[in-house]
């Protein structure tokens, strides 16, 4: 048997006005992933699956016994609210993540003060309580896939209560290097690092693994034991999305951008509002083509699908208004009466970014780090135009996918710029190419692939 352990479940709960529960798809790459797969019975007869009960509508089903989907006993942890929220948005979100892309502006943040040490013990009792339920769900010699980095210390905290388990933890972030595991008070690091090298660490790709390595010999000791660690990327599922593609939603939504679109070019993007996605720069690469390229002016329109992120982090609620800010200073400086240069869409709808992957000219996945980047793969699957992607060297996802991509620096602005345009200027022949490779290299793993590397590398 095998008890998956993450922050977000496969489902998240809602309550109609009758009191009865009907669970929605769980929002996020992992969730929609391993969702359909584990909830059609893929974690054996027992499977069972820990996450954190989220919503109040997720509360309210824990409390009222609701908590049920097929395939899977998913166990929701009803923490106490104050206590998750310091985990996940002070250390999760605001340190971890941070850490893990390269987001701090050393002169200012981060700062470890009392009020941070609350939320370190606050992630040490959520690590608990998650490792608690897993072991209490996990028969003898079971594995146990524990996901991501708000879950760090659960390896650890497992292996000393329950030593007849398998482990593997995966982190689906990139993971920082051996300077910068160095910001991190000495005690939560060398916690962090101690916890991993207890099971082995898989990763979306090798550098992020070679970083996780260089960084725990870092603080543990050159000879530190390690257990080994993986590289196993994620797919997207190709039949989910196939379905997705007939939806009446997705041809609504696809006629709609018909109409938006015109006989211009679709540069687009689709993010989560998300300071490590760079959606800034990318907007400012964008003006920089309209301005160099004049050419260009009334003949590309730049969709940003965006949907809200960790609206509770101060940072995010900036990062907000910075993008909206950059997207109306390109419309303010280069719309005429019948064009508008950026169209930022925010309706969180799935249906809408489908078609809109389906119908791009050229994709723009510019993130500063990203462990993969699931839209880079997504893209080239579902995209009928050939259409170009124009992907960041410092996503995961350009390991498997640089060759047949244009590469984007994710920090310099004219050759961004210089991308974009090459990428709307590409002739049919090599865009045919390109997007043939592209979609065979994309579809080459699916979630099932990336779950049974995890269950073969689990010790
Ligand atoms: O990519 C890492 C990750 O934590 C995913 O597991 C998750 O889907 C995504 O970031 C979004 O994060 P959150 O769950 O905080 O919205």
Same mark, same amino acid.
């Given at each position: 048997?095998? %008890?998956?352990?993450?922050?977000?479940?496969?489902?998240?709960?809602?309550?109609?006005?009758?009191?009865?529960?009907?669970?929605?798809?769980?929002? @996020? &790459?992992?969730?929609?992933?391993?969702? *359909?797969?584990?909830?059609?019975?893929?974690?054996?007869?027992?499977?069972?699956?820990?996450?954190?009960?989220?919503?109040?509508?997720?509360?309210?089903?824990?409390?009222? @016994?609701?908590?049920?989907?097929?395939?899977?006993?998913?166990?929701?942890?009803?923490?106490?609210?104050?206590?998750?929220? #310091? /985990?996940?948005?002070?250390?999760?979100?605001?340190?971890?993540?941070?850490?893990?892309?390269?987001?701090?502006?050393?002169?200012?943040?981060?700062?470890?003060?009392?009020?941070?040490?609350?939320?370190? !013990? @606050?992630?040490? /009792?959520?690590?608990?309580?998650?490792?608690?339920? /897993?072991?209490?769900?996990?028969?003898?010699?079971?594995?146990?896939?524990?996901?991501?980095?708000?879950?760090?210390?659960?390896?650890?905290?497992?292996?000393?209560?329950?030593?007849?388990?398998?482990?593997?933890?995966?982190?689906?972030?990139?993971?920082?290097? *051996?300077?910068?595991?160095?910001?991190?008070?000495?005690?939560?690091? !060398?916690? #962090?690092?101690?916890?991993?090298?207890?099971?082995?660490?898989?990763?979306?790709?090798?550098?992020?693994?070679?970083?996780?390595?260089?960084?725990?010999?870092?603080?543990?000791?050159?000879?530190?034991?390690?257990?080994?660690?993986? %590289?196993?990327?994620? &797919?997207?599922?190709?039949?989910?999305?196939?379905?997705?593609?007939?939806?009446?939603?997705?041809?609504?939504?696809?006629?709609?951008?018909?109409?938006?679109?015109?006989?211009?070019?679709?540069?687009?993007?689709?993010?989560?509002?998300?300071?490590?996605?760079?959606?800034?720069? @990318?907007?400012?690469?964008?003006? #920089?083509?309209?301005?160099?390229?004049?050419?260009?002016?009334?003949?590309?329109?730049?969709?940003?699908?965006?949907?809200?992120?960790?609206?509770?982090?101060?940072?995010?609620?900036?990062?907000?208004?910075?993008?909206?800010?950059?997207?109306?200073?390109?419309?303010?400086?280069?719309?005429?009466?019948?064009?508008?240069?950026?169209?930022?869409?925010?309706?969180?709808?799935?249906?809408?970014?489908?078609?809109?992957?389906?119908?791009?000219?050229?994709?723009?996945?510019?993130?500063?780090?990203? &462990?993969?980047?699931? %839209?880079?793969?997504?893209?080239?699957?579902?995209?009928?135009?050939?259409?170009?992607?124009?992907?960041?060297?410092?996503?995961?996802?350009?390991?498997?996918?640089?060759?047949?991509?244009?590469?984007?620096?994710?920090?310099?602005?004219? +050759?961004?710029?210089?991308?974009?345009?090459?990428?709307?200027?590409?002739?049919?022949?090599?865009?045919?190419?390109?997007?043939?490779?592209?979609?065979?290299?994309?579809?080459?793993?699916?979630?099932?692939?990336?779950?049974?590397? +995890?269950?073969?590398?689990?010790?």
């Amino acid at each position: 048997m095998t %008890v998956v352990v993450s922050n977000r479940g496969p489902v998240r709960f809602e309550e109609d006005p009758g009191g009865t529960f009907r669970a929605r798809p769980g929002a @996020g &790459g992992l969730a929609s992933s391993l969702g *359909p797969l584990l909830c059609s019975g893929a974690a054996g007869p027992d499977g069972a699956w820990v996450a954190a009960a989220l919503s109040d509508g997720d509360r309210a089903a824990v409390r009222a @016994g609701a908590v049920d989907v097929p395939g899977i006993r998913l166990r929701l942890l009803d923490l106490d609210a104050q206590t998750y929220r #310091l /985990a996940y948005d002070v250390v999760s979100n605001g340190t971890l993540w941070f850490l893990h892309h390269g987001l701090f502006d050393l002169v200012r943040r981060p700062r470890f003060d009392r009020r941070w040490r609350e939320a370190w !013990t @606050g992630y040490e /009792a959520v690590n608990r309580a998650f490792a608690d339920a /897993a072991s209490d769900l996990a028969g003898d010699g079971a594995v146990v896939l524990v996901q991501d980095l708000h879950l760090a210390l659960v390896p650890g905290l497992l292996r000393e209560q329950r030593p007849d388990l398998r482990l593997a933890f995966f982190t689906h972030t990139s993971f920082c290097g *051996p300077n910068s595991i160095r910001v991190l008070p000495t005690d939560a690091a !060398t916690a #962090l690092c101690t916890s991993m090298a207890a099971a082995p660490c898989g990763f979306h790709a090798a550098r992020w693994a070679r970083a996780y390595e260089a960084s725990a010999r870092e603080v543990l000791g050159a000879g530190a034991p390690l257990a080994p660690t993986f %590289v196993a990327p994620l &797919g997207p599922d190709p039949e989910a999305l196939a379905a997705l593609v007939d939806a009446d939603t997705t041809r609504a939504a696809a006629a709609e951008l018909d109409e938006l679109v015109g006989d211009r070019a679709l540069l687009l993007r689709v993010d989560r509002i998300e300071p490590s996605k760079n959606v800034v720069r @990318g907007f400012l690469a964008y003006d #920089l083509l309209l301005e160099e390229r004049p050419h260009w002016r009334e003949r590309v329109v730049f969709v940003a699908r965006l949907n809200a992120s960790r609206e509770s982090l101060a940072e995010y609620q900036a990062y907000r208004l910075e993008v909206e800010q950059a997207a109306a200073r390109v419309n303010d400086r280069w719309a005429t009466p019948d064009w508008r240069p950026v169209v930022l869409d925010t309706r969180d709808d799935f249906p809408r970014t489908v078609a809109a992957l389906g119908r791009y000219d050229a994709l723009l996945v510019n993130p500063i780090k990203d &462990g993969l980047n699931l %839209v880079a793969k997504e893209g080239p699957i579902l995209n009928r135009r050939d259409g170009v992607l124009c992907l960041s060297r410092d996503a995961g996802a350009w390991d498997e996918l640089g060759s047949a991509a244009l590469e984007v620096h994710p920090f310099d602005l004219e +050759q961004a710029a210089g991308a974009l345009d090459a990428a709307l200027a590409m002739p049919a022949d090599e865009r045919a190419t390109r997007a043939t490779r592209l979609r065979e290299l994309a579809g080459r793993r699916t979630p099932r692939d990336w779950y049974e590397d +995890q269950l073969r590398h689990a010790a």
